[in-house]
């Protein structure tokens, strides 16, 4: 077993109960969907409102990485809801991966956009950079899939990439004044991190579909 499925199963153990509770207040995953949106468009809010009003509060920087790390657990939530439910349906997956994109766009947009104002340059860039290689990420895995191909190889899935960024931004807020460096290197970092795996990861399903496509050809 590996890591990812050993936190999953931890993961469903605490959250089954309100599965349960969902399921019988016939609460749809498309709804749970939504409200892990919402919340990462406030995450990104949290981002806009420091750079534009209170560029020195880092607190409101640590709030938006708690609030995308509770939204990413409704990522799970909806998953299991359909599955426990028996409400899975094609609208749903579409659904579920098109609002991931959104959430995750929305949330680098606003750390992207809060790095510029407060004279980042270079490391809004790269966040950028970080918000293309995600998206690739799922477009090269979406693509595989219309092909008949299993893609989920590589180091930067979303999972991880939604653990590292809150992770950063939540201890960016929580250490400030605490460390004896630039707290915003607590950002800062995770957005190279993503940055340079996330396109690794990108190219990496490229080179995996490029091999099982020929294995197909000379089958």
């Not at 349906?89 to 750390?111: C, H, K, N, P, V």
Request: aromatic share 12%.
């Amino acid at each position: 077993m590996n890591y990812r499925d050993f936190l999953q199963k931890l993961i469903y153990a605490v959250i089954n109960p309100l599965i349960r509770l969902l399921i019988a207040l016939h609460i749809t995953p498309n709804v749970i969907t939504f409200v892990g949106l919402l919340l990462n468009i406030v995450a990104a809010a949290c981002f806009v409102y420091a750079a534009v009003y209170a560029p020195h509060d880092l607190y409101l920087i640590g709030w938006g990485g708690g609030i995308i790390l509770f939204a990413g657990l409704f990522d799970m939530i909806d998953g299991r809801l359909a599955r426990l439910g028996n409400m899975s349906s094609t609208f749903g997956a579409l659904w579920d991966s098109t609002l991931d994109r959104y959430s995750e766009l929305f949330t680098l947009f606003g750390i992207a956009f809060y790095l510029l104002q407060t004279g980042y340059v270079w490391s809004g860039v790269v966040t950028f950079v970080a918000m293309v290689g995600s998206v690739m990420v799922s477009y090269v895995r979406a693509r595989a899939e219309g092909l008949d191909i299993e893609c989920k190889v590589g180091l930067m899935q979303r999972p991880e990439r939604v653990v590292v960024t809150s992770v950063g931004a939540l201890l960016c807020g929580l250490l400030a004044g605490v460390v004896d460096f630039d707290p915003l290197l607590l950002l800062i970092v995770p957005m190279w991190l993503i940055a340079i795996l996330a396109n690794i990861t990108a190219f990496w399903r490229i080179a995996h579909c490029y091999r099982e496509l020929n294995k197909k050809e000379h089958a």
